[in-house]
């Protein structure tokens, strides 16, 4: 499986943005690049997903480098309840051998302070 | 619209036990998938499953543990006699796939094992 390498831990403070960074060099042409995050006691939540173009939806933006080695999670402004274990996940396609199979890293782990 | 249903939410179990974990997907959706979060570490992928099929299982461990998700009713994560060391939170998550479509898992709120 492709891997990603994110830093451990990030601080932020309230209404500032928030770029996380994932580098991912061995990512293969049917990679997609997915982001979900784990808040504290609970189940993985999904933020936002691409393969080339850069992606925006109400939660977050991905921006993706032009070769695609690493990518960026953008949240415009950090709030109190964003603070949680970001992942960022290559996900093969459907039918891939390794489609259902999500590899959760370590994550980088957000804080937020007020 | 429910979300996926995990239950129970937290099980006790002694060792030599069984464990049986529950996932309700969301509805319409026919791909479930089950986590495992051992204490302070990242989510394992265990098994991927569709209806009445088990597509990929290689995360599961080759003994006592085994899953299913029947045509008609939850899919289940068995795991027989339980030891201490399966203390976890496990993670159901379905998703709505076709051939075209990337799209995302929805996960419950896990399912928390104690074994004493």
């Known amino acids: 499986d492709a891997k990603t390498t994110q830093p451990n831990s990030m601080e932020s403070n309230e209404e500032e943005p928030v770029h996380l960074p994932c580098n991912h060099s061995?990512?293969?042409?049917?990679?997609?690049i997915h982001w979900y995050r784990q808040l504290p006691s609970q189940g993985p939540e999904y933020v936002i997903h691409?393969?080339?173009s850069n992606v925006n939806n109400r939660m977050a933006s991905l921006a993706i480098a032009e070769d695609r080695k690493s990518s960026t999670l953008i949240l415009h402004r950090a709030t109190l309840r964003d603070a949680a274990v970001y992942y960022c996940?290559?996900?093969?396609?459907?039918?891939?051998?390794?489609?259902?199979?999500?590899?959760f890293g370590q994550g980088t782990i957000l804080t937020v302070h007020p | 619209n429910a979300g996926v249903m995990q239950n129970p939410r937290h099980l006790v179990r002694r060792r030599g036990q069984e464990a049986r974990l529950r996932c309700s997907p969301m509805?319409?959706?026919?791909?479930v998938y089950w986590y495992r979060q051992l204490p302070e570490e990242g989510l394992k992928f265990m098994v991927y499953?569709?209806?009445?099929?088990?597509?990929?299982e290689s995360g599961m461990p080759k003994e006592r543990f085994s899953a299913e998700f029947p045509k008609e009713g939850p899919s289940i994560l068995r795991i027989q006699q339980v030891v201490r060391g399966d203390s976890a939170a496990y993670f159901c998550?379905?998703?709505?796939?076709?051939?075209?479509?990337?799209?995302?898992?929805?996960f419950g709120e896990g399912s928390r094992l104690t074994v004493l």
């Open positions: 998550a379905s998703s709505l796939t076709s051939p075209t479509n990337t799209g995302e898992l929805f």
């Open positions: 061995t990512i293969s042409g049917t990679d997609y």
């Open positions: 691409g393969l080339t």
């Open positions: 996940i290559l996900r093969d396609v459907p039918g891939g051998t390794s489609y259902g199979k999500l590899t």
């Open positions: 509805k319409g959706h026919s791909h």
């Open positions: 499953l569709q209806k009445e099929n088990i597509i990929d």
